[in-house]
């Protein structure tokens, strides 16, 4: 469908200006870099804004079902009507949503305060660092089979991850430009997370890029279209890249950089007002991208059934990831930073590295399901070894009762 | 500040590295200290080496207002001292006062004043899973315990009209009886809090990250408690069997049948365990004092403007969900007391607190400190 609509709206569009402009004979790379600001500013930034309202609106939605309460309900341009009351369920999802406008607003009209001797410029363009680095990696996701940016860019999501460490500077700057002992901390520490934690994503990615034989985004969707999706292969990668993600967006639990109740603040404590509002963006569309690369890596992107369009497939397959990004936040108490850094180098790393082990004994015997196998012997194990916690807590104390 | 004066910081040399230690406070506004709790910590890196706290900012003197205040005028004094459990604390003075004064209590009115202060175990210890759970990050199981805290605070609101400063307790009884089918809800409410505890402990227990954060976490030996004169759970917590209610019973608890939960290696995962048992081994109380309720007179006798006290003095001590809290009366035969001193727990275990978090972590020491539920309420009269 939607290459109907490429075909007779965009392409000649595009075919117009280009000629346009071949026609006033300037240099063609002033075409493509003022395409490219096109597409970006007005096309996948609006998209990343669009979606990050929607996903903070579902955030709050998600966070409230599994507290047991109902997020904001009043904001809306037609708050729910009484009879809703009823069916709390449904009245959920149809109230509060324009809470997340509400809260811009406020943001952008609270006072730009920056601290006396901070790095002023540093202090202003670390957000932007930040938010850019997401940005950037979007040219290469692959919205459905016509929606792309780049066609064929043989890098594939190599430069995805390479573009997303991009990261690590602007919190560094944040943190440096402070100009507070607590924010460098929480900078140097967001830091380390972020870059022991991008060691197994990558990782993880190759067990895909063995069966794919290329790095490009088409050809592993076109390759999952024939071989079925690869969270069926490549279960182990999936998990270890699902918590890689978690650590690498700064999410709940291992949101130590952003936690309240740690007496270092974060790198972002002396930005308020919309300053503040962009490295949370940031962080959602780091999620969203996190999430799209995942949909697109291990669940097929845009393909499926034909009764909806790509497009379709793949928001619903990125909107089922980022619920499950909710979910293990508001499951799971915050992770200490040395169990961080541990579990990222002895835990997921020789894991990640394990599965590029089995996935090259896979390839070479030509069998798929071993890891199945695998996976069921862990969980067996597992049950075996482990207790109830009434039988846990029954052993830890000693009851007397004279 | 002259506390700023008294403290020392040494600097070492490691090898090339020259390291120097610093001063941390964690202020009394903060969101992990429970109440207005202020720590200086001197930190060698992310390592404290020492923790000096300074109490007082909740200090109402209320000890010297019960030197002017009639005996049975103070008890509502008393709710807001350790404000999560106010039934326990009302019933900590007015059994005081009753044993100085040889005050009979009618069977009924004993019988309630257990349910009330079961029950209410039962929610200082919800608020306490909560704020534990909150501490370390993990907001939904804040919002379920609270949840499951409304509905006692709702039973609480009908008996004597009060959320939070319930003024239940008289000397010689209670201040009303019970509406009529509270004891109905009452069962009510617990059969469905024992449906719902299964998700409490499901979703912290077990949980690795948790365990990883409490496990080994600030351990204290027996002595140790012992020395700094800590009791409740966190006596307990570390393998020694004390329980007021079964070491030194008072009011109706010998006919109770109820166990008391000891730890082994008083770390933070053990604190833990000890009070979610102590939430199961509390709904059985109440659900025993419910049946044996008799019928009769609960409510005191109204106090005249004469009422006066023998002379005399006496120590009697109650165990409150916190631990021991004990009341020291001297009287000198008139209706004020000559002088009134509340032993609390959370005072002790403030102290206790600066022992506890040598050489751990800052995000243990909010463990530490959230397994210790102190209330400064009670710390600081």
């Not at chain 1, 966070?63 to 009879?83: D, H, T, Y």
């Not at chain 1, 895909?208 to 985004?217: A, H, I, K, P």
């Not at chain 1, 972002?268 to 780091?286: C, D, K, P, Q, V």
């Not at chain 2, 205040?69 to 103070?74: C, P, V």
């Amino acid at each position: 469908m939607e290459y109907h609509l490429f075909q007779t709206y965009l392409a000649p569009l595009l075919d117009a200006a280009r000629s346009w402009w071949d026609g006033t004979g300037l240099p063609l790379w002033i075409y493509n870099v003022v395409l490219m600001f096109a597409v970006s500013l007005g096309l996948i930034a609006p998209f990343i804004s669009i979606n990050v309202m929607g996903i903070i609106w579902l955030e709050r939605k998600v966070s409230g079902l599994i507290q047991n309460r109902m997020g904001p309900m009043l904001v809306s341009f037609v708050r729910p009507a009484k009879f809703w009351t009823r069916h709390p369920w449904a009245a959920v999802w149809t109230g509060g949503y324009l809470q997340t406008v509400a809260d811009s607003i406020k943001l952008l009209l609270k006072e730009d305060v920056i601290p006396a001797r901070a790095d002023k410029w540093v202090f202003i363009s670390a957000p932007f660092v930040v938010f850019t680095a997401s940005l950037m990696a979007y040219a290469l996701v692959p919205f459905s089979d016509h929606l792309l940016s780049l066609k064929n860019f043989e890098a594939g999501f190599l430069y995805i991850l390479a573009v997303t460490s991009y990261a690590v500077i602007g919190i560094l700057m944040a943190g440096w430009s402070s100009n507070n002992k607590y924010s460098l901390l929480g900078g140097m520490r967001s830091a380390a997370q972020i870059i022991s934690y991008e060691v197994p994503l990558v990782l993880s990615l190759l067990g895909v890029v063995m069966w794919t034989g290329s790095l490009t985004m088409e050809e592993i969707i076109v390759k999952q279209q024939q071989m079925g999706w690869f969270i069926l292969y490549q279960p182990l990668a999936f998990l270890i890249f699902l918590i890689a993600s978690v650590a690498e967006t700064n999410r709940p639990p291992f949101d130590i950089p952003e936690a309240e109740s740690e007496l270092v603040a974060g790198y972002n404590t002396e930005y308020s007002g919309i300053r503040f509002a962009m490295f949370f963006l940031a962080e959602f569309a780091n999620m969203l991208l996190a999430s799209s690369v995942a949909a697109t890596l291990f669940l097929g992107g845009w393909s499926g059934p034909s009764f909806l369009p790509g497009f379709v497939w793949f928001m619903i397959k990125v909107y089922f990831l980022i619920f499950l990004f909710m979910w293990i936040r508001w499951t799971f108490p915050r992770v200490r930073v040395d169990h961080l850094m541990e579990f990222g180098w002895k835990v997921l790393t020789p894991l990640a590295l394990f599965n590029i082990l089995f996935t090259g004994v896979e390839i070479l015997v030509n069998r798929t399901f071993m890891m199945w196998i695998l996976l069921g012997l862990i969980v067996l194990i597992g049950r075996v070894r482990s207790r109830s916690s009434a039988d846990k807590i029954k052993e830890t104390l000693a009851y007397e009762s004279k | 500040m002259r506390i700023w004066h008294n403290l020392e910081v040494s600097s070492q040399e490691m090898g090339q590295l020259k390291t120097e230690e610093f001063y941390v406070n964690m202020g009394p506004q903060h969101p992990s200290t429970h109440g207005v709790l202020r720590l200086i910590l001197k930190m060698d890196g992310e390592v404290i080496k020492e923790c000096t706290p300074v109490i007082g900012y909740l200090h109402r003197s209320v000890e010297k207002i019960a030197e002017n205040t009639l005996y049975q005028s103070f008890v509502p004094f008393t709710d807001r001292l350790d404000y999560i459990s106010a039934m326990y604390n009302n019933w900590a003075y007015v059994l005081a006062v009753e044993r100085l004064a040889d005050i009979w209590v009618p069977p009924r009115a004993e019988y309630l004043r257990v349910i009330m202060g079961e029950m209410n175990r039962i929610a200082s210890h919800l608020l306490w899973y909560g704020c534990l759970a909150l501490d370390l990050g993990a907001t939904t199981p804040f919002l379920w315990s609270f949840r499951e805290r409304e509905y006692i605070l709702d039973l609480f609101e009908e008996v004597c009209g009060a959320r939070l400063t319930y003024n239940y307790y008289r000397i010689g009884g209670v201040s009303r009886d019970l509406p009529q089918g509270w004891e109905d809800r009452c069962k009510a409410l617990l059969k469905g809090f024992m449906e719902k505890f299964p998700e409490l402990d499901e979703i912290l227990t077990n949980n690795v990250i948790f365990v990883n954060r409490t496990k080994g976490v600030g351990a204290i030996s027996k002595e140790t408690c012992i020395a700094y004169g800590a009791t409740g759970p966190v006596l307990r917590a570390s393998g020694m069997k004390w329980d007021l209610r079964k070491d030194e019973p008072y009011s109706v608890y010998p006919e109770l049948k109820f166990e008391i939960p000891v730890g082994r290696l008083g770390d933070t995962y053990d604190r833990y365990l000890v009070r979610m048992e102590e939430m199961r081994q509390s709904v059985s109380l109440v659900e025993q004092a419910l049946e044996k309720l008799p019928r009769g007179k609960a409510k005191a006798r109204m106090m005249s403007q004469d009422f006066r006290i023998p002379e005399g003095e006496i120590y009697s001590r109650v165990e409150t969900p916190r631990g021991e809290m004990g009341y020291y009366i001297v009287s000198d035969g008139g209706g004020k007391p000559y002088r009134l001193k509340i032993r609390t727990p959370s005072f002790s275990h403030i102290s206790l607190l600066t022992e506890a978090v040598k050489e751990t972590k800052v995000a243990d020491a909010v463990a530490i400190i959230a397994s210790f539920d102190p209330v400064l309420g009670e710390s600081d009269r």
